[in-house]
């Protein structure tokens, strides 16, 4: 199935483990074990996606078991696999990288017959450890949870963070107050594979096995492959799930932070959040890494990340392709960001799109509009579904102005999308959102009383939003 055609909500699936990643061999992996936790407690298990996959049934002590201690999952893999990899780290090539603090775990079919893997974040020391302690802070847990959970509820696709347990250790950082505590994480994904993984073979001149993996990812992602043209294939659709992926970014207000081609999966999909932020208002040199000094990797320049990310896949591909017959492929990618950023703007909005060149001049008018910095971007979202103002609101004397008062003769023209505003969410006095300070406190309480009742009740709201965002219950 291909990987664009995820369902909105995971259908629930027999349990169905999977070993397709050996078909690669062992020139793409190294067998590791996980770390000795002094302590596995349970802080989030995520049952909707462990139902999608058949796990749902699995009692806490069992949970704990395979997602803590990793005990290998029955018939699926029967030991753990770091990956191999390079990548661009802030456009510097790095050689010496790879799984430094996890690795794949189990590789799964879902209720929908996509593949899926199971890999870790703070699982030990690898090969590619370095100088790193191959752990995760518990706070750095608690954020990706957050990062997924939001990301998800907004439609963009996501890996989905499949459980949290708490380990023991007291860690030290650089950039946090230490010691801290740590976790490990268990992340659901569509491909373990990242742009890096071609780029090594690149870098090692190793055409045989730049073409396997080629096959395998259009077999097992897209549902293609077979035929003479694999890496103008892959291109193509790395091209368009890239361009998707950026403009989910710019239409959630979402700020990865480490856009790195390590960090880009061959599906497009996001995953990996570090020091993430959403911007509240929409500003195109917000940050979120404290270390994006020239801001390589803010707001406004995601896009840009994104395609050089793939121009780098591009590069890599050389090896088996001519560069003639990939250039017009990578040529592509901004037309498909244009395109895709009407669809996600259109659906955050909850209105029909109508034509090209209407569509465009309207995605143009709110990024005017917004960029004023009168309105944060949840708010305006919120108060503009369906295309209509909604009034009352804390935002009504910016909105009675320019550029607000000429967007919203644009937005006339337009009709709400079948359901955009059936959800009790859009009665709501204002809306749900992600914004650092909420973390933080979230972070906060956790910390000061172990206190997880905030962190639980900004999941459940988030996930309601998405039930609204979705049109559904």
């Known amino acids: 199935m291909r990987f664009g055609s995820m369902p909105r909500l995971p259908l629930p699936s027999p349990y169905a483990p999977e070993r397709t990643i050996l078909e690669l061999g062992d020139a793409f992996y190294d067998p590791v074990e996980a770390a000795d936790f002094p302590q596995t407690i349970l802080r989030f298990r995520n049952q909707r996606w462990a139902a999608a996959v058949g796990l749902e ?129 268990v992340r659901l994904q569509h491909s373990h594979i990242r742009i890096g993984t071609f780029q090594r073979l690149a870098y090692f001149d190793l055409p045989n096995e730049m073409a396997a993996l080629t096959e395998y990812c259009l077999r097992h992602y897209y549902g293609g492959g077979g035929g003479g043209g694999g890496a103008v294939e892959l291109l193509g659709h790395m091209v368009r799930e890239g ?13 990865h932070g480490v856009l790195n081609s390590d960090n880009i999966a061959i599906t497009g999909e996001s995953f990996d959040y570090g020091p993430w932020r959403f911007t509240p208002f929409w500003d195109g040199h917000f940050t979120a890494a404290y270390f994006d000094h020239a801001g390589l990797y803010s707001f406004g320049r995601q896009p840009e990340a994104i395609h050089w990310d793939v121009l780098q896949l591009a590069r890599s591909l050389t090896l088996i392709a001519d560069v003639d017959t990939l250039r017009p492929v ?45 309105v944060e971007i949840d708010r305006f979202f919120f108060d503009w579904r369906g295309g209509r103002r909604r009034r009352p609101s804390p935002a009504d004397e910016a909105y009675a102005a320019e550029p607000f008062a000429a967007l919203a003769e644009m937005l006339a023209e337009y009709v709400p999308a079948p359901a955009a505003l059936d959800h009790e969410y859009w009665s709501d006095a204002g809306p749900s959102s992600m914004h650092i300070d909420e973390v933080e406190a979230i972070w906060s309480a956790i910390d000061a009383a172990d206190d997880w009742r905030p962190f639980e009740a900004k999941i459940a709201a988030v996930r309601r939003m998405g039930g609204a965002m979705r049109g559904g219950a």
């Open 243 to 255: 361009a998707r992926l950026a403009a989910e970014y710019i239409a959630a207000g979402f700020v």
């Open 330 to 374: 990578l040529d592509g990618f901004p037309a498909a960001f244009q395109q895709a950023l009407v669809g996600t703007m259109c659906g955050r909005l909850g209105i029909a799109a109508m034509e090209t060149e209407r569509d465009l001049a309207l995605v143009a008018a709110i990024e005017t509009a917004l960029a004023a910095g009168t």
């Open 57 to 185: 049934g699995l009692s806490d002590d069992q949970w704990l078991a395979h997602f803590g201690r990793f005990r290998p999952l029955p018939d699926a893999l029967e030991g753990a696999l770091a990956l191999r990899y390079h990548g661009h780290q802030f456009r510097v090539y790095n050689p010496e990288i790879g799984d430094g603090r996890g690795f794949l775990f189990a590789q799964l079919r879902d209720g929908a017959g996509r593949l899926l893997d199971l890999g870790t974040k703070g699982s030990g020391q690898t090969p590619y450890s370095r100088f790193g302690d191959g752990r995760l802070t518990l706070k750095g847990g608690v954020r990706e949870v957050l990062a997924t959970e939001m990301l998800e509820a907004l439609g963009i696709e996501t890996s989905k963070t499949f459980s949290l347990i708490e380990t023991g250790e007291n860690l030290e950082r650089n950039d946090e107050p230490s010691p801290t505590r740590s976790a490990v994480l």
